[in-house]
């Protein structure tokens, strides 16, 4: 595996990898700590390091980026907070500093000269810290195989390390532990807009879960610790501006099991963003704007679940499955699911196993590569927009399915704050 790391490094790392800093190298580390820092300031800083363990040995590559439509507002709080580091924001590209009992590795992405491109945004700043981690591993001057990844609108748990390297798993072919989360807000409205957005990201999860599906994990870049293989085995986080942590994510799971842990929460400020075009913030703002959000938002009906289940029904463990079993299997499927998977170009996967001559067990393999989470999510908005419209919070928790498909049982309607609550817990277990 370490000529496949090599091999990333060599090809596919961003050009601040080959420009790593001399010095690093006359240090060790035990652990290291990717963050993207865009438009924040020296206090979240602080609060963001001062829960890890000094004798954990930190490095914390801090990517301090700007997108090129940057306001200036924004661009002078990146430069402030350079300064204050004492950073020359005009000319330093990367810098080793303390801070706080730690060691910043910052790399300065604010200049006129190297701005993120608009449409590489985050998975671009999150690549580049990450690249440079897998590298510092690979050369032996960080020791953890394990490349931690978070946002600076986050406080990290006191055991943050520990739930990871003392995970019974940790030393197996995991590819990645996703920590669990706790959103918290500053205001009652940002508040019930949060619990809101959490049920539709909890209930998607235990949704994926009852159904079978090994995608069954959140795709948040701040909760992740990836192995520094497998993130070279998937050349990386890719560079778009949003969705990064779920295309990683969706290849990661191709190459390793994906380990959510039950630990204690890695707490995420909930605010309002218009940086990225989709996920929390711009989720909370939409939720916001909307006149009464308890009633006017929306979740995913249930049957669109029920009928994922029963298409990967087809592909569990102690079935036998062939290329003329399934074909068989499939046409006893109800027509929508089948509609459904014709939009997937599922013939194309079809015709693939056939050339392939693949035996049962590489053949169900096959299939959970082909039909991977971006499929899952585009198979059940098929199904939303064709056969099972969504329906508001209080439609949900009315609809029988909602409670065999989370294991939540109740008599009356609960609060957005409630059934967030439950649902959580009802996450945490197996």
Known sequence: MSSLVQQYLLKYTETETQQILPVIGTRQFKSVLVVPCFNESLPSLARLLQPLNIEDNWLIVLVVNAPSNVSSTQLNSNRKL?????????????????????????????????????????????????????HLIHQGIVHLPWIFSTDMDTVLPDNYLGQVIEHPLASTHSSAFIYNYQHQADSHNLTVSQQLYDIRLRYYVLGLRWAGSPYAFHTTGSLLSIHYEAYAKVRGFPCRNAGEDFYCLNKLAKVGKIISLKGQPIIIDARLSDRVPFGTGPALQTISTLNEPTKDYLYYNPECFNALKKLLSIFKTENTVTPESLKKQLN???????????????????????????????????????????????????????????????????????????????????????????????????
């Open 332 to 430: 006893h499927l109800p027509q929508y699911i089948i509609e459904a998977l014709a939009t997937l170009k599922f013939h194309q996967f079809e015709k693939h196993i056939i050339q392939q001559k693949l035996t049962e067990k590489k053949l169900k393999e096959h299939f959970h590569h082909w039909f991977d989470g971006f499929k899952t999510l585009k198979l059940i908005h098929y199904l939303r927009d064709n056969h099972f419209p969504s329906l508001t919070l209080t439609e949900l928790q009315q609809y029988s399915l909602f409670h065999q498909l989370t294991g939540i049982i109740i008599n009356n309607l609960l609060t957005p704050a409630e059934l967030e609550k439950q649902l959580a817990l009802k996450e945490l277990q197996e």
């Open 82 to 134: 350079l300064n204050q580091l004492n950073i020359d924001h005009k000319t330093s590209q990367s810098s080793l500093v303390p801070f706080k009992h730690h060691w910043l590795y910052v790399i300065n992405r604010s200049m006129e000269s190297n701005l993120i491109p608009v449409k590489a945004g985050v998975g671009l700043a999150r690549k580049i810290g990450a690249d440079i981690a897998c």
